[in-house]
């Protein structure tokens, strides 16, 4: 991507920076047994989301961090996705080996802490992937939609400019997350329908397994 290609608008960052930073905070204050890395390790990886999106703000050649944020972006999905499926897998094996050493309060925290980490990092990937991305949403370059938003039935009630912002997937997400299917949005595309099913299994297995295990310990 050249910077004579580059968007001509922008969507502003602070929203997800300040998930970010969030859910760094988050990975970070895992307990050791159920922590995928080490717990620098979440803070280095948000501030290698961070700059890209600051330098878009700063700078002039906006093609160029456009192109660092995308891959940034995906390579923090992965290790985010990593390191839910690892805690998890800590957390059930906790739980089949009935281990006297893991009480209710700290199955429900790290439970709680599992499911943020499942709905903004699934928020992130919505917002980078629903047509092209932000930018190609804001200069209308994008293409088919990966999601059918309701605004979109109702154009009278909108602004003329409306688009889908970070606000929209984080909600779409929390949705996900807690009724296992797409409240609002519908899926319009594959790739939108096995997003949603990933993050509906975490939070199916997070709540059901995980965090109703843990309040049953704490009722008995």
């Not at 920076?17 to 280095?44: E, H, M, N, Q």
């Not at 998890?88 to 429900?108: D, I, K, N, P």
């Not at 499911?115 to 190609?136: C, H, K, L, Q, S």
Request: proline residues 7%; contains cysteine.
């Amino acid at each position: 991507m050249s910077v004579a290609n580059a968007p001509k608008l922008i969507e502003p960052r602070w929203p997800i920076i300040l998930v970010i930073v969030t859910l760094g905070i988050l990975l970070s204050l895992l307990p050791d047994r159920v922590r995928a890395f080490p717990s620098w390790f979440p803070y280095l990886v948000a501030i290698a989301m961070i700059v890209p999106m600051t330098a878009l703000a700063l700078t002039t050649a906006k093609a160029r961090w456009l192109l660092i944020e995308s891959v940034v972006t995906w390579l923090f999905f992965v290790i985010a996705g990593f390191g839910m499926v690892d805690q998890l897998t800590h957390l059930l094996s906790a739980m089949v080996r009935h281990s006297a050493e893991v009480t209710g309060l700290q199955l429900l925290t790290s439970s709680i802490s599992v499911w943020a980490t499942n709905v903004f990092t699934f928020a992130i990937a919505y917002w980078r992937t629903d047509r092209g991305g932000p930018e190609a949403r804001a200069n209308h370059a994008s293409g088919k939609p990966d999601w059918l938003f309701p605004q979109q039935g109702v154009p009278q009630d909108v602004p003329p400019d409306w688009r889908p912002m970070f606000i929209d997937y984080l909600f779409l997400s929390f949705c996900t997350a807690t009724a296992f299917s797409p409240a609002e949005a519908q899926p319009l595309t594959a790739r939108a329908m096995v997003l949603l099913m990933l993050e509906s299994i975490i939070s199916l297995i997070t709540v059901v397994a995980v965090a109703s295990r843990a309040i049953n310990i704490l009722g008995s």
